[in-house]
């Protein structure tokens, strides 16, 4: 009872505030109550066998489901309720909640009468709902119900994609009253004034209005509508005063602005915002009814085939990333704050350019960009596929229309987005003539997409992104559409070679030269974890994001005519379907789902950074291990150091080791590592200018030989089948490559490493998500056929865990994303084999797909007490099949 007293008083207030004729919102976020049960408004909802929970907005219901080992989550109904009171000072007022979003199809019932409902999980709405409220809150409680839907529905993009569909109210919901002559609020548009500027140059600058006045009393109003322009000082700087008759209903108006001397322009090194106060006020009496403020940038841009993308008259190179809108443990419900930090890091790392894909995202995105300085496009989640419907094409078409018309004012806004890679799971493949009437049709609604943007807004610029089947999209003719191509390209990732990127940069502009395009995507999987000191294509390694970021962006910034590289993606994010060697999650980021940097994070800013910049990019691998070199207690291991100084120079624990030249951003150093805490500190110097960077690096030196008493054997995590390192923050343990055996020190004898059968992509192991750990790398590889391991320790007792999955059988899951499309059936043969340690039987007829199944972790411990020089001798005897073994720890206990 204590809230609902609570809340009287506040909405009392604002009740209060809103007589004076400015539209005010409170959040209702708190104390909703949510429950996924079945029921029907009718009235069984009030049972008391329907489960409750009291949640607060924003929520989804999606948020821990998407990273268990079940396949799939939650796509359905789910029901929020709450109770509030509502001033009778409202009674003369228009009231609406309003939503900042909820996926994806929502109804909204009021004291049990259904007061409006929305299609589409990604852009805003008002559901009006004065005439249901009961208005004498000291009395009465308005009861809200909100259906929700997040099924899959043919009719309402997105269909398919590489992200997560939670559902939810998972953004910010208001209650908003105003006046009943107001700015129109239904319609697309939440504050019902546009503001554009139709022209802008260094000494002067037009501003054009347009908006709709609502009338919602039965007679006419004489009014008059006035739009002030106020710097960041609040000094008014320009007026403009329209007078309107409007009757009852809708009446729209337009103003101009022709001439403000010597704008200051918005950039993103100088994001100088104006606000723009547009106000109604009856004409006779002066009693103003509603207000509305926007915000205003101005500048001039324009793409170009040849010159790329210019801001304010100079060519101006975008490098940025896209975003999506989830985070660690909080799916997409996220407050206002995690979004703008964001931004923030998108801006320290030097972005100019954020790609808010695949949907419109929370208001106080663009929010941030404005005040930031970061340039964006805005897409609306057709991808991947269309429905050949007329509710198809009807909700794709009101989609667009409310993401220009919500986020028309954000000056940072440059480009708007309606499909990303609509070619890319064609249908009809085994029917050609039915695939060319698809084909004609996803064309046909590209055009009415582009044509409904121009008409809306004729002042920005469209974009299509296409995955990077070039032949497809131009002889669909979707190249020919948008006013600029996005193109997200994978070269030497998802399929090909690096040096392939280069040249499709250059086939596009030879090929369609009168087409301006800038690369909407590109990336490499960047899995935290894993490390590689001998990176390939698709290790999922740090290193190997790192070198890719380098070549890309490399190539891109040779060319003037790229107009920008944005990179795919800003942090990690959550897609359920995939697996690989963190299960559901998208490992692109240049910062994890928690938004912690990685490597390629620093080469940007090095890259893109106006100041000194110096940073050791492995900094954050803290605990390293490495085997000794023969001749002395070291371990020299590469580090790699991200700059944009000449040269830098790398000293260990105080002592110079090296001065190395950077290229590219880059440059890296052989450290001889010592056992224990390890202090690296990396310096540059130019024009004057010192900057340094420090790293406390903890390093588990291994000896070489094991029985070397000046450096004892204490313990190794051994991956088999692998050239990567793989990192366990939880338990403090790096686990290493394995090697082949030599006398005097530990490796395995025979076999080969597993290499999924008809995958080009994967250099070694498998991508399948492995049921029973979170430690997926750990399992995904392993030594196929091996007969023995040895590890020649000295005497003592210790423990010996080997580590199985069986990785072949069961039906292979297609790539979420899949670029090559060259997937193969897998075949799996029955494997029976035995496993000894030091001639004890262990494991006696061991099948691991009969007994534990298919990519299921199996971890086995033995005790092992070492009495001779032969160490510990594990041997795997073939029954059927060959032998494995995927990962083996050792540990000495005495």
């Known amino acids: 009872m204590k809230y609902f007293i609570l809340f009287y008083?506040?909405?009392?207030?604002?009740?209060?505030?809103?007589?004076?004729?400015?539209?005010t919102m409170i959040s209702v976020n708190d104390a909703w109550q949510f429950t996924r049960d079945s029921f029907s408004i009718s009235g069984s909802w009030k049972s008391s066998a329907v489960k409750w929970q009291v949640v607060n907005l924003p929520h989804t219901w999606n948020a821990d489901e998407v990273m268990d080992d079940v396949a799939g989550y939650y796509r359905g109904i789910g029901w929020y309720r709450k109770k509030m009171a509502v001033s009778d000072h409202l009674k003369n007022k228009q009231v609406f909640l309003y939503f900042e979003g909820a996926n994806q199809v929502t109804e909204v019932f009021i004291n049990g009468n259904k007061a409006g409902e929305h299609i589409g999980g990604y852009t805003g709405f008002c559901i009006p709902v004065s005439k249901f409220l009961l208005f004498d809150g000291k009395?009465?409680?308005?009861?809200?119900?909100?259906?929700?839907?997040?099924?899959?529905?043919?009719?309402?993009?997105?269909?398919?994609a590489?992200?997560?569909?939670?559902?939810?109210?998972?953004?910010?919901?208001?209650?908003?009253a105003v006046d009943p002559v107001h700015f129109s609020i239904t319609g697309g548009a939440v504050q019902g004034v546009l503001i554009s500027t139709p022209s802008v140059n260094e000494k002067n600058a037009a501003i054009h209005i347009k908006g709709s006045v609502t009338n919602a009393t039965a007679s006419k109003k004489n009014l008059k509508v006035s739009t002030q322009v106020f710097d960041k000082h609040r000094n008014k700087i320009a007026q403009v005063i329209s007078k309107l008759t409007v009757l009852t209903g809708d009446h729209s108006f337009e103003q101009d602005i022709k001439s403000i001397g010597n704008p200051k322009l918005w950039s993103p090194e100088d994001p100088y915002l104006y606000s723009v106060v547009t106000t109604i006020s009856d004409a006779a009496s002066g009693e103003q009814l509603d207000e509305v403020t926007n915000p205003l940038g101005f500048r001039w841009f324009q793409f170009d085939a040849d010159k790329g993308f210019l801001l304010n008259g100079h060519p101006y190179k975008l490098v940025g990333a896209s975003r999506h809108q989830d985070f660690k443990?909080?799916?997409?419900?996220?407050?206002?704050?995690?979004?703008?930090?964001?931004?923030a890091l998108l801006k320290k790392m030097g972005?100019?350019?954020?790609?808010?894909?695949?949907?419109?995202?929370?208001?106080?995105?663009?929010?941030?960009?404005?005040?930031?300085?970061?340039?964006?496009?805005?897409?609306?989640?057709?991808?991947?596929?269309?429905?050949?419907?007329?509710?198809?094409?009807?909700?794709?078409?009101?989609?667009?229309?409310?993401?220009?018309?919500?986020?028309?004012?954000?000056?940072?806004?440059v480009l708007w987005c309606y499909m990303n890679e609509i070619l890319l799971r064609p249908r009809f493949n085994d029917d050609n003539e039915r695939q060319v009437l698809y084909y004609r049709n996803i064309l046909?609604?590209?055009?009415?997409?582009?044509?409904?943007?121009?008409?809306?807004?004729?002042?920005?610029?469209?974009?299509?992104?296409?995955?990077?089947?070039?032949?497809?999209?131009?002889?669909?003719?979707?190249?020919?559409?948008?006013?600029?191509?996005?193109?997200?390209?994978?070269?030497?990732?998802?399929?090909?070679?690096?040096?392939?990127?280069?040249?499709?940069?250059?086939?596009?502009?030879?090929?369609?030269?009168?087409?301006?395009?800038?690369?909407?995507?590109?990336?490499?999987?960047?899995?935290?974890?894993?490390?590689?000191?001998?990176?390939?294509?698709?290790?999922?390694?740090?290193?190997?994001?790192?070198?890719?970021?380098?070549?890309?962006?490399?190539?891109?910034?040779?060319?003037?005519?790229?107009?920008?590289?944005?990179?795919?993606?800003?942090?990690?994010?959550?897609?359920?379907?995939?697996?690989?060697?963190?299960?559901?999650?998208?490992?692109?980021?240049?910062?994890?789902?928690?938004?912690?940097?990685?490597?390629?994070?620093?080469?940007?800013?090095?890259?893109?950074?106006?100041?000194?910049?110096?940073?050791?990019?492995?900094?954050?691998?803290?605990?390293?291990?490495?085997?000794?070199?023969?001749?002395?207690?070291?371990?020299?291991?590469?580090?790699?150091?991200?700059?944009?100084?000449?040269?830098?120079?790398?000293m260990l624990n105080g002592i110079f080791i090296s001065a190395q030249k950077v290229v590219n951003g880059l440059?890296?150093?052989?450290?001889?590592?010592?056992?224990?805490?390890?202090?690296?500190?990396?310096?540059?110097?130019?024009?004057?200018?010192?900057?340094?960077?420090?790293?406390?690096?903890?390093?588990?030196?291994?000896?070489?030989?094991?029985?070397?008493?000046?450096?004892?054997?204490?313990?190794?995590?051994?991956?088999?089948?692998?050239?990567?390192?793989?990192?366990?923050?939880?338990?403090?343990q790096t686990w290493i490559p394995d090697q082949t055996y030599q006398p005097g020190s530990w490796g395995c004898v025979g076999?080969?490493?597993?290499?999924?059968?008809?995958?080009?992509?994967?250099?070694?192991?498998?991508?399948?998500?492995?049921?029973?750990?979170?430690?997926?790398?750990?399992?995904?590889?392993?030594?196929?056929?091996?007969?023995?391991?040895?590890?020649?320790?000295?005497?003592?007792?210790?423990?010996?865990?080997?580590?199985?999955?069986?990785?072949?059988?069961?039906?292979?899951?297609?790539?979420?994303?899949?670029?090559?499309?060259?997937?193969?059936?897998?075949?799996?043969?029955?494997?029976?084999?035995?496993?000894?340690?030091?001639?004890?039987?262990?494991?006696?007829?061991?099948?691991?797909?009969?007994?534990?199944?298919?990519?299921?972790?199996?971890?086995k411990k033995v005790k092992v007490s070492v009495r001779d020089q032969s160490g510990i001798i594990i041997r795997f005897n073939a029954v059927k099949g060959e032998p494995v073994l995927n990962a083996l720890q050792v540990k000495r206990i005495y």
Not at 16 to 23: A, K, L
Not at 329 to 343: C, I, S, T
Not at 810 to 818: E, R
Request: charged share 20%.
């Open 139 to 160: 009395e009465n409680l308005n009861e809200i119900v909100v259906k929700l839907d997040n099924s899959h529905n043919p009719n309402i993009p997105p269909l398919s």
């Open 329 to 343: 443990q909080k799916g997409n419900a996220l407050p206002d704050e995690m979004a703008w930090n964001d931004l």
């Open 444 to 650: 046909q609604l590209a055009k009415d997409l582009d044509s409904i943007s121009r008409k809306e807004d004729p002042f920005r610029f469209t974009m299509i992104a296409n995955h990077g089947d070039f032949d497809r999209y131009n002889k669909t003719g979707l190249t020919s559409v948008p006013g600029i191509i996005g193109w997200n390209l994978y070269q030497g990732w998802y399929g090909g070679q690096l040096a392939d990127f280069s040249s499709f940069l250059d086939k596009h502009h030879q090929s369609l030269p009168g087409c301006p395009f800038l690369i909407s995507e590109y990336g490499a999987d960047a899995d935290p974890r894993i490390r590689s000191f001998n990176p390939v294509k698709f290790d999922k390694s740090v290193e190997y994001a790192t070198d890719f970021h380098q070549f890309y962006l490399e190539a891109i910034n040779k060319r003037p005519f790229v107009a920008g590289a944005i990179v795919w993606n800003l942090a990690d994010f959550n897609s359920e379907g995939r697996e690989e060697s963190m299960p559901h999650i998208n490992n692109k980021g240049l910062l994890t789902w928690d938004r912690k940097a990685k490597d390629p994070y620093y080469f940007y800013q090095a890259k893109l950074a106006k100041q000194p910049f110096i940073k050791i990019t492995s900094g954050d691998w803290k605990l390293r291990t490495g085997i000794s070199d023969s001749t002395a207690l070291v371990c020299k291991q590469p580090v790699q150091v991200a700059s944009n100084m000449d040269s830098v120079i790398f």
């Open 751 to 859: 076999g080969k490493p597993f290499k999924m059968a008809g995958n080009n992509r994967l250099p070694y192991g498998t991508e399948k998500n492995i049921l029973g750990t979170d430690n997926d790398p750990v399992y995904q590889t392993q030594q196929i056929g091996i007969q023995q391991y040895r590890l020649d320790v000295p005497y003592g007792e210790y423990e010996v865990t080997l580590h199985f999955a069986e990785l072949q059988g069961a039906q292979m899951k297609p790539l979420v994303y899949n670029l090559t499309q060259n997937e193969a059936t897998e075949n799996s043969d029955e494997r029976i084999f035995h496993v000894l340690v030091n001639d004890v039987m262990v494991m006696d007829n061991l099948n691991l797909a009969k007994q534990y199944g298919v990519a299921r972790a199996v971890a």
């Open 667 to 732: 440059c890296s150093c052989l450290v001889p590592f010592q056992n224990g805490v390890n202090i690296l500190e990396v310096q540059g110097v130019q024009d004057g200018m010192r900057c340094s960077d420090r790293a406390d690096l903890d390093f588990k030196l291994l000896p070489w030989n094991l029985k070397d008493k000046s450096l004892p054997f204490t313990g190794i995590n051994i991956l088999l089948g692998a050239t990567r390192y793989f990192i366990d923050e939880e338990k403090q």
């Open 162 to 176: 590489d992200f997560t569909f939670y559902g939810g109210m998972y953004r910010d919901v208001y209650l908003m």
């Open 351 to 413: 972005g100019n350019f954020l790609r808010i894909a695949h949907y419109p995202q929370d208001p106080s995105i663009l929010e941030a960009c404005d005040q930031l300085g970061i340039l964006t496009s805005v897409e609306i989640p057709v991808v991947n596929e269309i429905t050949e419907s007329d509710s198809f094409y009807r909700n794709c078409q009101q989609m667009l229309v409310e993401m220009v018309r919500q986020n028309y004012n954000h000056p940072s806004i």
């Open 9 to 23: 008083c506040l909405f009392y207030s604002v009740a209060s505030w809103s007589q004076q004729g400015v539209r």
